[in-house]
């Protein structure tokens, strides 16, 4: 069986970030996603080549199980070993919770149309519990029930308020609701949601993904906006109706206020996750419009002002 070298394949150091490991898989994956490349095989197996080593990087537990295999296999290389013969099974069977660590895959597609068949041999041999195991797999005691990550799409507004979704899965329609302060990447698990092997039951991750809003940029539980005054409020100072996720707002503007000022409006951004009583903050950066024609007695009393500077 061939070693897979999957910081290779995201073209990232052994040493990468989390966060450097993110961004080069969401690189890649949109280059070569499906949607991208219709019709084209080498896309479509690079696509699942590029899932897989996300599957096991992305997730610090996998990746350290991975990097213990790694340094095993080149010090097993370096002695002289030739390729095909590295003793995966005893591997697995004596490495440190071998069979223990839990297996997360891309959606609900693979629940139902043999999707797992999408990981490659190796990936199913180091974590265990996928797929079709062949009888050296099957017979290992302690192998992991698989779990299944499924992105689902939401608003800013129902992240704000909290929602729902109904996903049908071993013949049930299981409703599950999304709390309020939900933000990309939290994770929502629903556990025992379909039937594994000999009678068990495995997991089901929902991972969220926020869409943006053209209103707000979100930052955490804050939220920024802006608003545009004319140069008059500017100097003289007035209020301004702000729209807050939660309705409008009307917002004091000090005389003398800067273009590029920015007002916070406390408690006005996203409920915090696990509190969601307690909410972030809305900051309203300030754009100021200057007037691009004057009436000649605007211009006039503009005159009169500059030169009693």
């Known amino acids: 069986m061939e070693y897979k070298d999957y910081y290779k394949i995201l073209g990232v150091e052994r040493k990468a970030s989390e966060e450097e490991i993110k961004r080069a898989y969401r690189k890649l994956a949109m280059k070569y996603h499906p949607d991208r490349n219709p019709d084209d095989k080498h896309a479509e197996e690079k696509f699942k080549e590029i899932n897989e080593a996300n599957q096991v990087l992305g997730d610090p537990q996998k990746r350290a199980r991975y990097d213990q295999l790694g340094d095993s296999y080149h010090r097993?290389?370096?002695?002289?070993?030739?390729?095909?013969?590295?003793?995966?099974?005893?591997?697995?069977?004596?490495?440190?919770?071998?069979?223990?660590?839990?297996?997360?895959?891309?959606?609900?597609?693979?629940?139902?149309?043999?999707?797992?068949?999408?990981?490659?041999?190796?990936?199913?041999?180091?974590?265990?519990?996928?797929?079709?195991?062949?009888?050296?797999?099957?017979?290992?005691?302690?192998?992991?029930?698989?779990?299944?990550?499924?992105?689902?799409?939401i608003s800013l507004a129902e992240a704000f308020n909290g929602t729902t979704r109904k996903i049908e899965l071993d013949g049930r329609r299981l409703e599950v609701k999304i709390p309020r302060g939900a933000r990309t990447g939290t994770k929502i698990r629903v556990a025992d949601a379909y039937s594994a092997a000999n009678g068990r039951k495995g997991d089901l991750f929902l991972l969220v993904q926020v869409t943006d809003d053209p209103r707000f940029t979100r930052q955490g539980d804050n939220l920024d906006t802006k608003v545009e005054i004319n140069l008059y409020k500017a100097v003289l100072g007035g209020e301004v109706a702000v729209q807050t996720i939660s309705g409008n707002v009307m917002l004091t503007i000090p005389p003398g206020t800067q273009a590029g000022a920015k007002i916070r409006l406390g408690g006005q951004g996203m409920p915090r996750l696990k509190n969601p009583d307690i909410r972030g903050d809305l900051f309203v950066n300030i754009n100021v419009k200057i007037p691009r024609q004057l009436s000649p007695r605007q211009r006039e009393l503009f005159q009169e002002l500059a030169g009693l500077q």
């Open 76 to 153: 097993w290389q370096q002695r002289g070993g030739s390729p095909g013969s590295f003793n995966w099974d005893e591997w697995v069977a004596r490495s440190p919770g071998g069979g223990h660590v839990r297996v997360e895959v891309g959606g609900l597609e693979d629940l139902f149309g043999g999707g797992l068949g999408d990981f490659s041999e190796f990936f199913r041999s180091i974590f265990g519990g996928i797929g079709d195991m062949g009888s050296s797999m099957s017979g290992r005691r302690g192998a992991a029930i698989p779990s299944y990550q499924h992105e689902i799409t």
